[in-house]
């Protein structure tokens, strides 16, 4: 493998690996805010198995200013219900 090769490996696996340490209550606060909701240092997120679907998962979010529901929907927006 050529440096090129070698240098692309390595980006790679940083990504990789960062995106392996990433916690579930900062992934869901990624959604929250992209969808407009203010969270700032999220501090929990927990998963709300009442609430969950065979193919949605429900969560808790506890922000450092808010708290929400979140329900995961593969395809769609997500469901955010302020609490």
């Not at 070698?6 to 990789?16: P, S, V």
Request: proline share 7%; glycine share 6%; hydrophobic share 45%.
């Amino acid at each position: 493998m050529g440096r090129g090769g070698l240098i692309l490996a390595f980006l790679f696996l940083g990504a990789a690996l960062a995106t392996a340490q990433e916690k579930p209550k900062d992934i869901i606060a990624a959604h929250v805010r992209l969808q407009g909701y203010p969270c700032d240092a999220p501090i929990s997120a927990r998963r709300d198995t009442a609430a969950s679907r065979p193919d949605e998962s429900a969560w808790v979010l506890v922000c450092k200013n808010a708290r929400y529901r979140v329900r995961l929907v593969p395809h769609l927006a997500d469901i955010i219900e302020p609490l």
